[in-house]
């Protein structure tokens, strides 16, 4: 399932990657499994290697650690790519008591049975990441599962992506990026993805069909998030042409546009910001200019595509 990704990343480029603290060849003897410490080791992977500046791509909760590798150190990245990511985890997005009652279940649930031969408790996890994979498919990622770590580990690195929140670091990122992300992934929401996109100053945002949060090879969206990613790298982030626009938006359009994606007419915006109706009528048109369309509709499209509205508005139901 994962040397078709393998053949993709190193297809124009070299690639390396390395497993995560606690997990596969990386030492297993650790306790701190944060950002900080993630973001170390991505530095220490970068500097054995002798890179000076590479292009860097962050992959669901991988996602943080490479947005936070990325404001931290600027000069080192030439392009970001995220794929299937969040800037903040579960327990940073206001989650009801059911879904904090789930999330303690799962990691008892991963205690007990992530070890076991039986992988019984296991195909919980496969069915979140790859719905739609065949048995043999399921039976393999069942069994890298086991392979990989300990039960305590996968505990305690499961447990480590609940209060993940790198939102101020994202806002802080300059080089260009490309955020994809699968409509119905079953592990990761598609707003998450969205949301990235959007803190991410010009970052270009791309949505996927489909429901695996590790997308097949063959399924529908593998071979276009791939042409996105090597259109990406080849025009060195010209690609991000959607991104650039938004950039271009002083921060009061920016902030008459959230609202307009959210489906505000002119009379809501104003009594929003306090602004006169008349005031936020003459910033419509430099905004629709910008974007390079002709209506709101247009635009509202284009906005939420980028992550614009990928939160709930203040005092909304």
Known sequence: MWRPWLVELSRDHMFIRSDPRGCGLSDRNVSDFSIAANVADLEAVADAAHLDRFALFGASQGSAAAIAFAAHFPERVTHLVIYGGFARGLMKRNPTPDEVREARAMLELVELGWGRENPAYRQMFTSLFVPEATSEQAAWFN???????????????????GPIDVTDLALKIRCPTLVLHARNDSRVPFEEGRRVAGLIPGARFVPLEGRNHLLLEGERAFKPMFAELHDFLRSGGAGAASGALFSGLTSREREILELVAHGLDNLQIAARLGLSEKTVRNNITPILDKLGVESRA???????????????LPGSR
């Open 143 to 161: 069994e890298l599962e086991r392979t990989c770590t300990t039960p305590a580990i996968a505990a305690r690195v499961i447990a480590s992506f």
């Open 298 to 312: 247009q635009a509202i499209v284009h906005a939420r595509e980028a992550g614009f509205a990928s939160s709930r």
